[in-house]
């Protein structure tokens, strides 16, 4: 199996790529990772990872600037249908827009759209919550799918974020996390994956998912 990771100027690709290479390793997985931009090399692979670090206008740019790159993922994802995780800015970019700084347009494979956490309340020890939400939060689980195998709600993930999902379709809503309001986790639909989490960042938890994601069979 050929794996790509998604390079479009969007910090911590090597984070991604080792946690990728680490699970592949442990697990005894046969995967060739590569990290690169070049359209005929992503076209080539079988599972598309795209992480995503910053503001989702410039991660969207970022993507943009490599020209055929967003037309050549949506064909790989939704008409070939190729395996695909978005990670954090690239699970938002699966969505139809969002509204940090300002609207802006996303690959609309899903339904929704992100805008800013609003924050009420205290949190469990009595503090007022902090944008952006940066720390571990447990996942709760929506619908048993493989890649939430062997993944208890007791688990803690590693999240980095102020913008939170928007949307009506329930069912493309894999499991939710809370911080002062209930925020889609893990979203996805058919083929292709998105997590707000930093499972490269989540220790044993993420590596569990990692595995999950690259055994899973859609």
């Avoid at 069912?171 to 911080?179: F, G, H």
Wanted: charged share 20%; glycine share 8%; proline share 3%.
């Amino acid at each position: 199996m050929n794996l790509v990771i998604i390079d479009y100027g969007s910090g911590n690709l090597r984070s991604v790529e080792n946690a990728f290479k680490n699970t592949v390793k442990i697990y005894e997985l046969k995967f060739t990772i590569q990290v690169t931009n070049k359209l005929d090399l992503i076209s080539k692979a079988d599972h598309l990872v795209l992480p995503g670090v910053g503001s989702f206008p410039d991660c969207k740019k970022g993507l943009v600037d490599i020209e055929g790159l967003i037309n050549l993922l949506t064909n790989e994802v939704i008409n070939k249908r190729k395996k695909f995780l978005g990670i954090c800015v690239g699970m938002q970019l699966m969505v139809n827009f969002s509204l940090e700084k300002h609207k802006t347009d996303g690959f609309c494979w899903l339904d929704g759209y992100f805008e800013k956490i609003k924050t009420k309340g205290l949190d469990y020890l009595g503090r007022e919550y902090k944008i952006p939400h940066m720390g571990w939060n447990n996942l709760q689980i929506e619908y048993n799918h493989p890649v939430l195998e062997n993944i208890s709600e007791n688990e803690q993930f590693y999240f980095v974020h102020s913008y939170a999902l928007q949307s009506k379709e329930i069912k493309q809503i894999l499991a939710n996390t809370n911080y002062s309001q209930k925020i889609p986790a893990i979203i996805g639909k058919e083929n292709y994956i998105g997590v707000q989490f930093h499972p490269e960042k989540s220790g044993n938890s993420g590596q569990k998912f990692i595995y999950n994601w690259l055994k899973w069979r859609p």
